[in-house]
């Protein structure tokens, strides 16, 4: 039997991984702490779509819904911002890049619009069309900015690459964790070393949008390191 604590460990892996992430690059702490306090709310209110059909983990306390939540998108949120700039040593800096007034209200809506219909009324498995939204916003986003494309993919790779890592090292930790709360049976049924696909399919697709959201949203241009440490 999997112990209620072991999402809270799992988080506490990222947890790590972001305080690393938050120690090694001063200049990108505040994008951090930025977009983990944006991404924190929408733990608990995805969960409301991925219960029904993607997963079903246990929580301290017996509850469906938890803090836990909260700390795992926290940790993702501010990860996938800044994991292409510290891999690929990289600087956010300052430039006259439009920025669309009304990007960011339309994108919420026809995020929010497609995950109700693909869920309640096409019937679609809640974390393909969370994949799906993802993916569309992503590459909206990128038609306005080709400049992130780089950032976009990958960022992308990267958080796909963390995922699989963190759950193979999960899973390792509370052996049969993914029979006992994935929902399998509602799945592709595909794992690459006992990971289930759609997880590295969603890390793709989350760090594909979160990557690149904040030069976006602010109008920056990463730059290489050496280039602002010489200037």
Known sequence: MIPSYAY?????????VWL??????????VQMIAMSL??????????????????DPRLIGGFRLGFEDLLFAFAIGGIAAV???????RREKRAKVSRPRHWI?????????????????????SIYVSIS???????AMLAVRRDLIGDAV????????LLFVFDFTFLHLFPGVIQAWWQLRNLSGVLIAGVPL??????????????????????LKPQPIKKWRGS
């Open 20 to 29: 690393v992430l938050f120690a090694l690059r001063k200049d990108l702490r």
């Open 198 to 219: 759609e997880e590295l399919m969603w890390g793709f697709g989350w760090g594909f949008v979160a990557g690149p959201s904040y030069e976006f949203l602010l109008g």
């Open 133 to 139: 939204d993802l993916l569309a916003i992503g590459i």
């Open 38 to 55: 944006i991404v924190a709310p929408m733990g608990p209110l995805s969960e409301l779509f991925y219960l029904r059909d993607y997963w």
């Open 83 to 89: 994991i292409y700039e510290e891999i690929f040593m």
């Open 154 to 161: 990958l960022s992308g790779l990267s958080v796909c690459v």
């Open 105 to 125: 209200m339309g994108s919420a809506c026809f995020a929010l619009a497609w995950m109700l219909l693909g869920v309640f009324a096409f019937h679609i498995n």
């Open 8 to 16: 809270l460990i799992g988080d506490s892996i990222l947890l790590f």
